[in-house]
């Protein structure tokens, strides 16, 4: 489905919020029912505008993980992956004034005031009442979803709802913080009635509007956020039990979740429909630039990779723990300069005149190992079909010891860092035409997919005492065809897992390499409060060398409520450390 970004309504008419309560309002800027929403079709574009807020980034390039178009970014704040552009917030020295904190807080509100506006108006529409109900009901899941994404972030915030007028009260909008129950609650009654009124399932033209599937799902996660382990369940178990209903399975594939052409895709439960090319079919996200390497198309930044010690935790193909000294002798004791020695090439005027001593052992110890790691990231000697000199080209992933290679010379081009680039939602080639701007990915973005779905089923059976229920939904994650992982308790010692604990140290881990590179973890850790755990560290490049040291304290799970904010509305109060 095409999303588009210029709205001829200028829907920002009551959305281009500055804060949550200042609004520019000229009268060119002002659209009233009697010139807008007067046909089916100006309620469709109208309610695309709501959808299209998912896609909001800055105007700058810098990468920011607030922005919800960005979403992607956030897993660097987590032990999952490495991005410098965050440091504030991962070395503890961010404050309430820090920009990340307000941009999330204006952006999600921005989409809550457009998604209002789009709620004012529907109903005098004109339409019939089964498409009004429908479109309602989009809305209120979206707007649920903005909501949601504040409380993940925030606690309790300020309620507004439809009957704001933004237009005449926008200066008077200086509510107290709701509480989390409060927020909570809001948010469900959103998604009780796009539960009601959301199609199973929409056209070919409409794909990436919201289902029944989508409101269900989401809804579960909610309750799962709170700790209702039987009402998530009830909802997630819905899902897997009339799969077929709801239109969602897993996809045999991983790695082509994460390419074009996943419209269809019964996995994809809720995602950002992004779309590439020429002119204004060009509506995406920025994940070849800020997933992709220099030997990306549009050449990018790669301002995420993977986390080189999260890469060592993707077992061996059989279940069993990855192990260097496996490989080459006594690396795991070796000190980083010894490290990159072994795994470095011998190369002349930027070109390998040897591989390594331990060339086929490196490639073996990555080749051995869960698919889902070369699935996701680059791995050394390995190779991506890049693109160069306006071309597609096979760009291999070679370490020197000094130099960068270059994707002149057919490498993946780097300087003297060496990072697991990653690979998930990172153009092959210009694929086929599909991309023409690295802004603009014409991938699909998950944000909930059929085997989260089965995941966070696991863990609600895991929190209720039941550890064989929570072992089989993870097993069947594991047994997707491409991954083809041995399930849990199958037999080998190494795959044991009895107890509820050990039940959950699995699923934390099996969460974290099937959902990598897609924006949940940070908020995985900070609803298991094991964040402070681990991502109190010193982040590493892949021989071991120092990349960053980063930070995580008990005012962390909880951004703060940003200061200017609060000397805009007093009635504000501060979390807890900040």
């Known amino acids: 489905m095409k999303l588009p970004v210029q709205l001829t309504i200028a829907l920002a008419c009551m959305a281009s919020l500055a804060s949550c309560y200042e609004l520019n309002l000229n009268p060119h800027e002002e659209v009233s029912q009697q010139v807008f929403w007067q046909s089916e079709a100006q309620v469709k574009q109208g ?15 810098t990468p920011n993980a607030a922005y919800f178009g960005n979403y992607f970014l956030l897993d660097a704040l987590s032990d999952i992956a490495i991005a410098k552009p965050f440091a504030a917030l991962e ?48 809305v209120r899941f979206l ?37 989390e129950e409060q927020v909570r609650a809001f948010i469900l009654a959103d998604l009780d009635y796009a539960v009601r009124y959301l199609p199973y399932s929409w056209s070919a033209a409409d794909y990436g509007r919201v289902t029944k599937a989508a409101a269900v799902a989401l809804r579960g996660k909610v309750y799962l956020y709170a700790g209702e382990w039987e009402k998530a369940k009830a909802d997630f178990q819905d899902l897997v039990d009339h799969n077929s ?37 060009n509506d995406g996200m920025k994940m070849a630039f800020y997933h992709g390497n220099r030997s ?12 080189p010690d999260f890469a060592d935790t993707y077992e061996m193909k059989n279940g069993k723990p990855f192990n260097w000294n496996d490989y080459i002798p006594g690396y795991n004791e070796m000190k980083p300069a010894q490290k990159l020695k072994a795994l470095s090439c011998q190369q002349k005027n930027g070109v390998v005149t040897a591989y390594p001593k331990y060339h086929r052992q490196i490639m073996k110890a990555y080749s051995d190992r869960d698919p889902r790691l070369n699935q996701t990231c680059i791995t050394p000697y390995d190779s991506i079909l890049g693109w160069n000199a306006n071309k ?60 989260d779905v089965l995941l966070m089923l696991a863990e609600c059976y895991n929190e209720l005492g039941d550890t064989g229920e929570a072992v089989k939904y993870i097993n069947m994650v594991r047994a997707r065809p491409s991954t083809n992982m041995p399930g ?77 904010e609060i000397e805009m509305n007093n009635k504000l109060t501060q979390n807890t450390g900040w």
């Open 47 to 61: 309610v695309m505008g709501v959808y299209d807020c998912m896609k909001r980034t800055g105007e700058s390039d």
């Open 91 to 138: 070395n503890g020295t961010s404050t309430d004034r820090t920009e990340a904190y307000l941009e999330k807080w204006k952006g999600m509100y921005d989409g809550i005031a457009i998604a209002n506006h789009a709620l004012q108006n529907i109903p005098g529409a004109g339409i019939d009442e089964a498409n009004r109900n429908t479109y309602l009901a989009e």
């Open 143 to 179: 707007r649920g979803l903005f909501y949601f994404h504040l409380l993940d972030f925030y606690g309790g915030v300020p309620i507004y709802d439809e009957s704001w007028n933004l237009a005449e009260i926008y200066d008077k909008m200086l509510e107290p913080r709701s509480s």
């Open 245 to 281: 209903t709801y239109g969602c399975a897993l996809n045999p594939d991983y790695a082509g979740m994460f390419k074009p052409g996943t419209d269809a895709n019964p996995e994809m439960i809720l995602f950002i429909s992004n779309s590439g090319g020429a002119g204004d079919s």
């Open 296 to 307: 990306t198309y549009g050449s990018g930044w790669a301002s995420s990779s993977l986390d």
């Open 392 to 451: 597609a080209r096979m760009m291999e992933y070679v370490i020197f010891e000094s130099a960068g290679p270059k994707a002149t010379n057919g490498y993946v081009e780097q300087a003297v860092s060496r990072w697991y680039y990653f690979r998930k939602f990172v153009p092959e080639g210009d694929w086929d035409g599909a991309i023409t701007d690295r802004n603009h990915t014409p991938v699909n973005f998950p944000l909930i997919r059929y085997a």
């Open 488 to 564: 849990l308790n199958s037999g080998p010692a190494w795959l044991e897992a009895r107890s509820k604990e050990q039940v959950k140290e699995r699923l934390m881990h099996e969460r974290g390499v099937e959902l990598a590179g897609e924006g949940i973890r940070y908020s995985d850790i900070r609803r298991w409060h094991v964040a402070e755990k681990l991502c109190n560290r010193t982040k590493k490049e892949i021989h071991g060398n120092k990349r960053q040291d980063t930070k995580f304290t008990q005012r962390d799970y909880l951004w703060p409520i940003p200061g200017t």
